[in-house]
């Protein structure tokens, strides 16, 4: 592990010291390249104006025809929190216009993602006039044209990758789409629905058609929050903006029924909701419906006004969340122990018959983190009654994984029956018995394709933290702020003495740290393989790179730092 820590201009955090910035956010501003504090400043009228959108407008007029028309409109979702999110910003806004709209989610199991000619058959039952993809359908080429042959019309909203082909749908709406002059192209699904919907107001009000008041779609950024955070996007400027307007009317007390009652069901403050509670308390609790059962439990949820029902929902939502920890932490284990193992060769691409394809995706970030390198975990499933292998992929900094399955895909023409996904995360449908053809193939593309310097692990900090600034001031103030991929939260390195350590919950590790007469409450959260003791890290001083947290218990908070490496 090589620790190095962040470098930034002396002039921009003197500006942004001179505009009234704590200093230490002056500093940690800085070194994100924020170079004044209007960059800082969110608002609606900051947000980047929609008209660079490529076939934006060409949507909103689709959409107002069909509402005038009084058609059937259908959303197909996705069964992440993205797509939930998505679903949700669209039918509330739909349904706001008056529009006559309702969704449908694939069966991950059964189905699989995106909009499959499968599942267009299982649409047209709906007999709708119009689909509408969320966070997927970009590279439908299939399900669209038999949509097409069936009678009826898609627009496609999406911030996935195309491939070379694009489906022939009546509209596409995608900032990474060829031709799209968007300057953000990191906006998540939930992000591109809500523009969609920006813009159908826009051409609702041309068309005279709000006889009263319009529909405040501002309403629905804490929405656009919780999909954008979950779905571990870049928090470009854009995606910052839409987060702190999410945060700040979940602060107010004035997000959906849901929303705060997922947060109850954590635990958590609706108050003091961080951007870490997007990505780590409700974007679990809201992927758990579609990783082990059905989305459209968390979108029933996101959807819903009334606070007794949304109780109930979070609840049962809460109880899949703590059964996903159980079976990942199963396979966790299975798959370490796979590593300690003499057949372990290094390799990338992992598969157990037993593993559940749901929650795949979260092993491979475990095992990424662990191994510091790209990882594939494959799970047995089934797709037209032969045996297939659901796989999701995680990546580190210097592979771009689409990229990486797109060239194995060109080099093995049939060997990826499908695949998908973005620079940092992916997901792939191989034949069973292709398993260890793929796997030499990924080998070797990654071989290729991975820079030397990306395989060394790097750990990069905000250098050292006052003792002045370990306060539980400080921690809230840091709380508050938008961090995200891209835009990292803090992480600070110091030098301590160790006084005190223990084991607790099996698998963390609690010290007591002192530095320069100082006293310091440390965790370490799964330092310890679960049966081991804290023996084998026994030292008098470590060097410790850590988060600044606060940590409650029994009503009383204190600052804690939370350790994410030392040695």
Request: with cysteine.
């Amino acid at each position: 592990m090589r620790i190095v820590e962040r470098t930034f201009a002396e002039s921009d955090r003197r500006t942004l010291l001179d505009a009234g910035l704590h200093p230490l956010l002056a500093r940690l501003y800085a070194a994100r390249r924020i170079r004044s504090a209007e960059e800082l400043d969110y608002g609606p009228t900051r947000l980047l104006a929609p008209g660079a959108m490529k076939g934006l407008e060409q949507a909103a007029r689709l959409l107002a025809d069909a509402i005038a028309a009084g058609k059937r409109l259908l959303i197909i979702a996705d069964y992440d929190a993205d797509g939930a999110t998505a679903c949700a910003v669209g039918l509330r806004a739909l349904r706001s216009f008056g529009a006559e709209v309702d969704y449908l989610v694939p069966d991950r199991f059964k189905l699989g993602y995106g909009l499959s000619p499968e599942l267009v058959d299982l649409a047209a039952q709906r007999k709708p006039d119009l689909l509408i993809t969320v966070d997927n359908g970009i590279a439908s080429v299939e399900g669209v044209a038999h949509a097409r042959s069936l009678g009826i019309a898609t627009l496609i909203t999406d911030h996935h990758l195309p491939g070379a082909e694009l489906p022939q749908a009546e509209c596409i709406v995608n900032p990474n789409q060829p031709g799209c002059d968007f300057p953000s192209k990191a906006l998540a699904g939930v992000g591109v629905m809500f523009y969609v919907m920006l813009a159908l107001r826009t051409e609702l009000r041309k068309r005279d058609f709000f006889k009263n008041q319009e529909p405040n779609l501002g309403s629905l950024t804490d929405l656009v929050a919780l999909g954008t955070v979950a779905d571990v996007v870049p928090l470009d400027a854009n995606n910052r903006n839409l987060v702190a307007q999410g945060l700040k009317r979940l602060r107010e007390g004035r997000g959906k029924a849901g929303l705060a009652a997922l947060l109850r069901a954590a635990g958590r403050a609706e108050r003091e909701v961080s951007s870490f509670d997007l990505g780590f308390v409700l974007g679990p609790r809201l992927n758990a419906a579609g990783r082990l059962a059905d989305m459209s439990v968390g979108i029933e949820c996101l959807t819903t006004d009334d606070e007794a029902r949304a109780a109930n929902i979070a609840q049962e939502l809460d109880r899949l969340n703590r059964e996903r920890r159980s079976i990942e932490a199963g396979m966790l284990q299975q798959a370490v122990e796979f590593l300690k193992s003499a057949s372990f060769n290094e390799g990338s691409v992992f598969f157990h018959p037993a593993w559940h394809q749901g929650v795949v995706g979260i092993l491979a970030s475990r095992l990424k983190d662990r191994l510091h390198r790209p990882v594939i975990c494959f799970a047995p499933g089934e797709e037209s009654g032969r045996p297939v292998l659901k796989g999701s992929g995680r990546s580190i900094g210097g592979l771009h994984l689409r990229d990486c399955l797109d060239l194995v895909a060109k080099r093995e023409p049939g060997l990826i029956a499908r695949f998908g996904g973005h620079a940092q995360a992916a997901g792939l449908t191989i034949a069973a018995p292709d398993y260890e053809r793929f796997a030499g193939a990924f080998e070797r593309a990654l071989e290729e394709l991975l820079p030397a310097s990306a395989r060394l692990r790097t750990l990069e900090t905000d250098g050292s933290l006052e003792a002045s600034h370990c306060t539980l001031q400080v921690a809230r103030l840091l709380e508050e702020q938008i961090w995200g991929q891209g835009f990292p939260q803090p992480l600070f390195c110091d030098t301590f003495e160790v006084q005190a350590r223990r084991v607790v919950g099996e698998r963390h590790l609690k010290m007591q740290l002192r530095k320069e007469g100082r006293r310091y409450d440390a965790m370490c959260f799964n330092a310890v393989e679960p049966g081991a003791g804290a023996g084998a890290q026994q030292s008098d001083r470590i060097r410790a790179a850590y988060r600044l947290a606060v940590n409650e218990f029994n009503g009383l908070k204190n600052v804690q730092l939370n350790l994410e490496h030392f040695e």
